[in-house]
């Protein structure tokens, strides 16, 4: 079956660092969706993507779907203590046509 | 955010008791889901409901019982429990299934510990 894997599991950074999280799937995909994961909450979606290639910004997080539709990632700029969490894609591919999760990149920020 | 709601939040069970976790979306969606998520593992779609009907059941053991009476309200049974099924339940919610449209809007979980 489809899978998608995201690494890396963990990154911790001092604050004001970048910070990147890579999303990839063992199918094409027809798109994929980013969300956002707080301590203790629950999954929030911040962005689709659908396009070969594409890219879109929020601020400081700017995301890419690949040019194969493959693999995605998603990058913060300048982290602030508000990014921590847990950042998952989802992809949508495969014959079944499901949405698949990856285990998600859980970011801690030394402020 | 208020878009899909799940009660209880937290609940604590023993492996004998009959308990039921309940989800309400006021967003008009045709779609429904509820999650696994336990610690270390990814996000675990166990049952997904389209205008009421079941699509999916990821070979989800039948001491999980789902129950979808109308498109704005979603059940989950829970009968005979064991220990390994402590985790957090999230319902989510969308205006489609399957399209690219599939925006899912999820609840903020009810956490089961199973003693």
């Known amino acids: ?111 | 955010e208020t878009g899909v709601t799940q009660t209880p939040r937290h609940l604590v069970m023993g492996m004998t008791n009959k308990k039921s976790l309940k989800c309400e979306q006021h967003l008009g969606h045709n779609a429904m889901y509820w999650y696994k998520q336990s610690a270390k593992k990814p996000l675990e779609l166990m049952f997904v409901y389209n205008f009421k009907e079941q699509t999916e059941n990821n070979s989800v053991p039948s001491r999980f019982s789902p129950e979808c009476p109308n498109s704005s309200h979603l059940f989950l049974h829970l009968h005979t429990l064991q220990p390994e099924d402590s985790a957090l339940y999230l319902c989510a919610s969308s205006p489609v299934i399957a399209t690219v449209e599939e925006t899912q809007y999820f609840g903020p979980g009810t956490r089961l510990l199973v003693l």
């Open chain 1, 1 to 111: 079956g489809q899978q998608v894997m995201q690494i890396p599991q963990y990154q911790h950074v001092q604050e004001g660092e970048d910070f990147t999280t890579y999303c990839n799937s063992s199918t094409t995909l027809s798109n994929i969706q980013w969300y956002k994961q707080r301590p203790g909450g629950h999954p929030v979606f911040l962005i689709q993507l659908v396009k070969s290639g594409e890219v879109k910004k929020q601020k400081r997080l700017t995301f890419q779907f690949g040019e194969a539709k493959k693999n995605s990632s998603l990058h913060i700029t300048a982290t602030q203590t508000t990014d921590v969490g847990t950042y998952f894609c989802a992809g949508r591919g495969g014959s079944n046509y499901k949405l698949t999760f990856g285990k998600g990149t859980l970011l801690t920020v030394n402020p």
